[in-house]
């Protein structure tokens, strides 16, 4: 192996570690829902939709559960866990201040939540639509 030319591994590690940043950097600083916002809007390339994210956040995805089955159908005041009756803050940005402040924490909680309500990791669209009607609501 030549000193001046790469090991075509380390070339193939760095153009993956390159692309993990360019689809990780857009939320991974995030530390306001609004910048959240904008990561997932950006890596999904289009405007997100209030209307869809309250229809997705409330609607039953061929599981036993919604969105809304523990956050409530106004996630503005405290919820409780379906199953386990654990109390859930209030996930509405406007009533809990921390919410969507904490990128890995945000996107932990979607992948978890996702994965039961809908079966699967929620595209960075539905983060974003879902997210856009969350910031909305006021109090």
Same mark, same amino acid.
């Given at each position: 192996?030549?000193?001046?030319?790469?090991?075509?591994?380390?070339?193939?590690? %760095?153009?993956?570690?390159?692309?993990?940043?360019?689809?990780?950097?857009?939320?991974?600083?995030?530390?306001?829902? +609004?910048?959240?916002?904008?990561?997932?809007?950006?890596? &999904?390339?289009? &405007?997100? %939709?209030?209307?869809?994210?309250? %229809?997705?956040?409330?609607? $039953?995805?061929?599981? #036993?559960? !919604?969105? +809304? %089955?523990?956050?409530?159908?106004?996630?503005?005041?405290?919820?409780?866990?379906?199953?386990?009756?654990?109390?859930?803050?209030?996930?509405?940005?406007?009533?809990?201040?921390?919410?969507? =402040? #904490?990128? +890995?924490?945000?996107?932990?909680?979607?992948? $978890?939540?996702?994965? #039961?309500?809908?079966?699967?990791?929620? =595209?960075? &669209?539905?983060?974003? #639509?879902?997210? !856009?009607?969350?910031?909305?609501?006021?109090?």
């Amino acid at each position: 192996m030549s000193l001046l030319k790469p090991h075509r591994s380390t070339c193939r590690r %760095s153009a993956a570690a390159w692309i993990a940043a360019i689809v990780i950097a857009p939320t991974a600083g995030a530390s306001t829902p +609004a910048e959240l916002l904008a990561g997932y809007a950006g890596e &999904a390339g289009a &405007a997100p %939709s209030p209307e869809r994210g309250q %229809s997705l956040f409330n609607s $039953r995805h061929g599981r #036993d559960w !919604s969105c +809304a %089955s523990c956050h409530g159908a106004a996630p503005t005041g405290p919820g409780r866990h379906a199953a386990t009756g654990k109390p859930i803050a209030a996930l509405a940005p406007a009533f809990n201040p921390e919410r969507f =402040t #904490d990128a +890995a924490k945000a996107d932990k909680w979607f992948r $978890r939540n996702c994965n #039961d309500v809908v079966g699967r990791e929620c =595209t960075a &669209a539905e983060k974003a #639509d879902v997210l !856009s009607w969350l910031i909305k609501l006021k109090p």
